[in-house]
């Protein structure tokens, strides 16, 4: 099962810029998936994170992965309206930079559900090199209702 662009709007509430997933190549509900970032020159962090010698920031690889760990953990849910809240972000490693023109391929899998707290393992990769990886926990919940 694959999910394009618009797929991951209709699930997650990201948009651009902070928007950091480009589609979802592989799902298996509730169990793992694997998503896309095309990393390039145009992104605006690359004025600011140096820019002679451009580096894709860690914290938004961490970022997309949870990003994709969102998509996993929402893609089936039915029922009411859910979100997803980000409790801890562990043992983060960065392994290799990475540089506009990469694809990172965001691979997570779920680890444990108890009730509406899910464990996920995270592994961003770029062709067979592993990049970045992180353990996320969050918490599934039903969607607040603005009241204006």
């Not at 990201?14 to 979802?24: A, N």
């Not at 169990?31 to 820019?51: D, S, Y």
């Not at 893609?75 to 980000?86: G, H, L, N, R, T």
Request: hydrophobic share 45%.
């Amino acid at each position: 099962m694959d999910l394009t662009y618009s797929d991951i709007l209709r699930i997650i509430p990201h948009r651009y810029p902070f928007l950091l997933i480009d589609k979802v190549i592989d799902i298996t509900p509730g169990e793992l998936a694997t998503g896309i970032k095309n990393v390039t020159l145009n992104e605006e962090v690359f004025n600011g994170h140096f820019p002679q010698d451009p580096i894709f920031p860690g914290v938004l690889i961490v970022e997309a992965m949870a990003q994709t760990s969102a998509v996993l953990a929402l893609c089936e849910q039915s029922d009411a309206p859910k979100s997803i809240y980000f409790m801890t972000i562990d043992c983060v490693k960065f392994r290799k930079p990475v540089r506009p023109g990469d694809v990172l391929q965001l691979k997570v899998q779920k680890t444990q559900a108890r009730g509406t707290v899910w464990r996920f393992a995270g592994e961003a990769c770029v062709g067979d090199t592993v990049v970045a990886e992180a353990q996320f926990m969050a918490m599934v919940a039903d969607k607040a209702v603005e009241k204006y």
